[in-house]
């Protein structure tokens, strides 16, 4: 058993906890190497269709936008949060999938 232990079942474990390492890594930075920012294309396109928005709605859809993209925060911040929605943590304070009907 404690060969088992030793020679495989805590090599797997480190391994399985690399790939977790690594991939949320890799996921969390490639987005952030685009040289354009998501919530400014967003309102930049919005904008480009016509839609006439007073700066103060601009300025609180920025907000609300940077929230939902969990680009709040430092870069440290950001990449915890990450993973922490990535290992499914955090699934349970966002908005749920399914909601009941009231009855009638």
Known sequence: MRRFLLHYLI?????YITII???ITVTFIIPRLSPTDPVEA???QMLS???QLDPQAVASMRE??????GLSGSPVQQYFAFGAVCSGATLALRS???????PR
């Open 96 to 102: 749920p999938i399914f909601q009941p009907r009231s």
């Open 21 to 23: 390492f690594v991939g």
């Open 42 to 44: 967003q309102i930049a």
């Open 11 to 15: 090599p797997r474990f480190i391994q």
């Open 49 to 51: 269709r016509g839609n």
């Open 64 to 69: 609300a936008l940077t929230e939902m993209y």
